[in-house]
């Protein structure tokens, strides 16, 4: 029931992001900002997190979510952790490096993040400029 809980506060946390983005009046001011970079680096952070505990909630549950081509010989959970964190990134900001490839349910998960990964840029820049155009 924990691990139920957990996935989906994680989900919960990772929607409510993306949500931000497509919410009036979240971008404010100029183009280039730094309150708009904290705002997008603070999206991408939690949707890697987010990921990245889906991963090993998956796996502490018993699901193969990844191979490794150079795995450690001995890992404890916050060595998995921050390898599953970093599997997230690699997803998320671009195509992978091949070191980490996801088998079974986290190919599904994998493209979901890729996907969310290439579309929110996108996003950002089209509300940014929509912003801009109606002040």
Known sequence: MLYITIFAFTLYCIVMSIRTIFIPNAIK????????????????ITILIGFGLIYILL?????????EAYPLPTESFFERLETYIYFSAVTLFSVGYGDIAPIGVGRMIAMIEALIGYT???AFVAKAFIENERE
Request: glycine share 8%.
């Open 29 to 44: 001011g100029k183009l280039v900002s730094v309150e708009n970079f904290l705002y997008l680096a603070f999206v991408y």
């Open 120 to 122: 929110i840029p996108a």
């Open 59 to 67: 796996e502490t549950k018993g699901y193969e979510v990844m191979v």
